[in-house]
């Protein structure tokens, strides 16, 4: 699968499921369809909760119980939904379900609830990780795909949506009430719409942020980390980095990913986007590679002086391993880098590190970065288009969003009333801010050739990260590259598949909001 390190990152722990549902020891039950009985909707989704769901462990080690909601229950769509209505439309239909293999096991076993409260029954269709966006495009260009829905890397959208591939899910989500404003407008526009119309419901919801280990910042500061102060600028973090990088043997300043190809198109994007960097014009033209560009770049060869050993090798997997590892000091990743290291089973810096607001450059913009996701959509193909629309709105609903951001396994929750949760906040310790930053959040466009556009500037940055080329041929080479990519996907012949406008709105999201601190 073309981007399968990043599908990597998702099912990197065992108990993560690519539908959603991480496995962790829960048990929904029986059979569906016994006796050919649908039970009563609400004794199902009383069994949709924290107690049932989340791990015993985590549950213990931060009080979690039902008594602690960490939802929203108006907001929470299998709870507001009219299942009597779904049964009476739909009981007694297939949906057909698009699933890497590796995770079918767990995904049909978390399924199971949406089987009882709607009456669909759904077959999963498995396909090997590795191929997964070969084969699903190829199932779509012969018009005969084997599946009514999917779940992929949200920048294929435009691979996807482009040609005509997805269906539109507008009129489901107006007759069913999916609580659209519940989402976060960076995960709504990117994960959600294109070209003006809705074809996904966000799914796994990202965000790059910086991690900070406690201990040695509060040695270094001579106090208490601030997270809005401490290190308010990326000078600042190049200056800490360097100092982190003496504090101990074995451990670095910086942790970052500038592996080639995505990896270091992600970790630069994140710092050039501070800079006020957007990556086209309003006619697809790049212009990535102009001062501020350049300016995420020398941030990036400056910090790779504190880097981590094997950076320019680095993806999620190795910056994962060396942060709960504790090897390096201060980290540029996702959000999960967070979560993951509260919980003593999968990391050893437990009570040690703190997540900040995002470093700012000057001249530029607070503009934190949504970078990788995915999302829910059904082919338009599908011969149960609306059974596969309910199918993924449970799945992505916001209680089992919520449990899943509580088990730690990596699959993130787009939803206000998610990440605005107090309880919720107690069991994550970046969404506090988290939350604050999505309301200027920056994104790259989903465009059609999304992934060999990422391919080709982080194989040239990496090419400057290891000295082979100077950060000004390595963004000139890329411009070139992106532009032929562009051409051969359609772009400058008096038509683009994406129309500039439509994208706009989702690129940064923060423009003329005051700043959460």
């Not at 009333?417 to 906040?425: A, E, F, G, H, R």
């Given at each position: 699968m073309k981007?399968?390190?990043?599908?990597?990152?998702?099912?990197?722990?065992?108990?993560?499921?690519?539908?959603?549902?991480?496995?962790?020891?829960?048990?929904?039950?029986?059979?569906?369809?016994?006796?050919?009985?649908?039970?009563?909707?609400?004794?199902?989704?009383?069994e949709i909760s924290i107690n049932k769901y989340v791990r015993e462990d985590y549950r213990a080690l931060y009080g979690m119980s039902d008594d602690k909601p960490i939802w929203d229950s108006?907001?929470?769509?299998?709870?507001?939904?009219?299942?009597?209505?779904?049964?009476?439309?739909?009981?007694?239909?297939?949906?057909?379900?698009?699933?890497?293999?590796?995770?079918?096991?767990?995904?049909?076993?978390?399924?199971?609830?949406?089987?009882?409260?709607?009456?669909?029954?759904?077959?999963?269709?498995?396909?090997?990780?590795?191929?997964?966006?070969?084969?699903?495009?190829?199932?779509?260009?012969?018009?005969?795909?084997?599946?009514?829905?999917?779940?992929?890397?949200?920048?294929?959208?435009?691979?996807?949506?482009?040609?005509?591939?997805?269906?539109?899910?507008?009129?489901?989500?107006?007759?069913?009430?999916?609580?659209?404003?519940?989402?976060?407008?960076?995960?709504?526009?990117?994960?959600?719409?294109?070209?003006?119309?809705?074809?996904?419901?966000p799914f796994?919801?990202?965000?790059?942020?910086?991690?900070?280990?406690?201990?040695?910042?509060?040695?270094?500061?001579?106090?208490?980390?601030?997270?809005v102060n401490s290190i308010p600028t990326y000078d600042e973090l190049i200056r800490v980095s360097g100092e982190l990088n003496k504090i101990e043997p074995g451990v670095s300043g910086v942790g970052m990913m500038a592996a080639p190809g995505f990896w270091s198109t992600y970790t630069w994007e994140h710092i050039a986007a501070q800079a006020g960097m957007m990556l086209f014009d309003e006619n697809w033209e790049p212009i990535f590679n102009g001062d501020a560009g350049m300016k995420g770049l020398e941030i990036i060869l400056a910090l790779s002086k504190n880097a981590n050993e094997g950076h320019a090798g680095a993806g999620w997997p190795e910056n994962r391993a060396a942060w709960l590892g504790g090897q390096v000091a201060t980290n540029i990743s996702w959000q999960d880098s967070g979560t993951q290291a509260m919980r003593p089973d999968q990391s050893q810096i437990v009570d040690d590190f703190v997540t900040i607001y995002e470093p700012r450059i000057e001249g530029g913009r607070f503009a934190p970065p949504n970078i990788a996701g995915s999302t829910s959509c059904v082919a338009a193909s599908a011969q149960n288009p609306e059974g596969a629309f309910l199918?993924?709105?449970?799945?992505?609903?916001?209680?089992?969003?919520?449990?899943?951001?509580?088990?730690?396994?990596?699959?993130?929750?787009?939803?206000?009333?998610?990440?605005?949760?107090?309880?919720?906040?107690?069991?994550s310790q970046p969404a506090k801010v988290w939350g604050d930053s999505l309301e200027h959040a920056w994104c790259s466009p989903r465009l059609p050739?999304?992934?060999?556009?990422?391919?080709?500037?982080?194989?040239?940055?990496?090419?400057?990260?290891?000295?082979?080329?100077?950060?000004?041929?390595?963004?000139?080479?890329?411009?070139?590259?992106?532009?032929?990519?562009?051409?051969?996907?359609?772009?400058?012949?008096?038509?683009?598949?994406?129309?500039?406008?439509?994208?706009?709105?989702?690129?940064y999201v923060g423009e003329g909001k005051d700043l959460p601190f």
């Open positions: 981007n399968s390190n990043h599908l990597s990152r998702r099912s990197f722990l065992k108990s993560s499921s690519a539908a959603g549902l991480a496995v962790g020891g829960t048990s929904w039950g029986a059979q569906a369809f016994a006796d050919g009985h649908l039970p009563d909707p609400q004794s199902v989704l009383d108006n907001k929470d769509w299998i709870r507001t939904v009219d299942w009597e209505a779904v049964r009476s439309e739909l009981a007694g239909t297939t949906v057909r379900f698009a699933i890497g293999a590796a995770d079918a096991e767990s995904a049909a076993e978390g399924l199971v609830p949406f089987e009882k409260l709607s009456g669909i029954k759904v077959e999963l269709v498995p396909i090997p990780d590795d191929s997964f966006y070969d084969k699903a495009l190829a199932e779509f260009i012969s018009g005969n795909a084997s599946f009514d829905a999917l779940q992929f890397f949200s920048p294929w959208l435009g691979d996807f949506a482009a040609p005509g591939f997805l269906a539109s899910l507008d009129d489901y989500a107006d007759k069913w009430g999916l609580p659209l404003d519940d989402f976060y407008d960076t995960y709504r526009l990117n994960y959600g719409f294109f070209n003006g119309k809705m074809y996904g419901i796994d919801c990202d965000i790059q942020m910086v991690h900070v280990r406690k201990g040695y910042m509060e040695t270094l500061l001579g106090g208490a980390v601030d997270k199918m993924l709105a449970f799945l992505t609903t916001a209680s089992i969003m919520a449990m899943n951001e509580a088990n730690a396994n990596g699959v993130a929750p787009g939803y206000k009333s998610v990440l605005q949760n107090t309880n919720l906040q107690e069991v050739g999304a992934f060999p556009i990422e391919q080709a500037i982080g194989n040239e940055i990496n090419r400057a990260v290891v000295g082979q080329i100077s950060a000004k041929e390595a963004l000139d080479n890329a411009a070139a590259a992106v532009k032929q990519i562009m051409s051969s996907n359609g772009f400058y012949q008096g038509n683009d598949p994406v129309d500039y406008a439509a994208a706009a709105p989702g690129l």
